[in-house]
C-alpha cells in the first residue's frame, strides 16, 4: 500500500505539532485513510530546529522550492504563514500538481482568489480548515453542513489574543500597554502584535468565511478594519456600568447592495455572553 508522501514547509509551533500528530496517531490516520500519510520532507531555515523536531527522522532541507518541485511528495503543507515567500511556494506546489494544505489565513485573504483558481486549473486541492477556527471547525460547517441553509449574517469572536486583553482589562483594571506586554509574556501576543491587536488577524478570517457562507470571491481589501489599541481601562469600564462588554466582533452581512464585511470593537450585552463563547479562542455564531 503505497503510502501518501507530505512535504512540510514550516516546522515552528504549528509545525511541529503537526509532524507530532502524524507520527503519533500514523496507525489511526492509516486506518482511516486507508493509506499510510507520512511526512518524509521538512523545510525550514533552522534546520537545528528541524532536527530536534523531527529527531532526524525525515528528510531535512533549507530549501522550500525543492519541496514543492519534488516529484516524490503528493501533498505539500505550507506553515511558513505570511504573504509573500508563502504565496510563490503554493503557486509552485499547484503548478506541479500537488495538493495544498495550509493555515495561512493571511494568505488566503489576500490571494485566495488566484490560488484557488490555478488549484481548479491544474485539478488539485486546496485545504484550509485550520486558517480560521480551526478548533469548531467552522469551514467545514460552513462549506457542507449548512450548504442548503441561506446565511444572512456570521459575526464572532475570532481572535484570541484580543480577546485574552480585553478581559483582562475587565477583570484586573489594567491599561491596554500592560495587558499587552503580559500577553507577550505568554506567548499569546506576537512581538510585533499589529495584526492581532489592530484587527487584521480577525479581517483575514472573517473575509475567508464571508467568501465561503454567501458565495463571493475573497475581499479583504473592502473590509472595514478597526483594532484594540485606541481601548482603556475607563472605556472597559463605563460600558460595564451599562450592562455592556466590549469584544472584538469579525462581521460579515448580506445587504441590498452586497455584502458588509467588517471587524470592530463591539458592545454586547453581558446577559449574551453564554459561558461557551466567553473567553473561548474561537466562536462564530451563525444564523441561517
Known sequence: MKPINVGLLGIGTVGGGTFTVLKRNAEEITRRAGRPIVITTVADKNLELARQVTGGEVKLTDDAFAVVTDPGIDIVVELIGGYGVAKELVLKAIENGKHVVTANKALLAVHGNEIFAAAQKKGVMVAFEAAVAGGIPIIKALREGLTANRIEWLAGIINGTSNFILTEMRDKGLPFAEVLKEAQVLGYAEAVPTFDVEGVDAAHKATIMSAIAFGIPMQFDK???????????????????????????GIARRRENGVELRVHPTLIPEKRLIANVEGAMNAVLVQG
Open 223 to 249: 473590509a472595514y478594519i478597526e483594532g484594540i489599541s485606541k481601548l482603556d481601562s475607563v472605556d472597559i469600564g463605563y460600558a460595564e456600568q451599562l450592562g455592556y462588554r466590549i469584544k472584538l466582533l
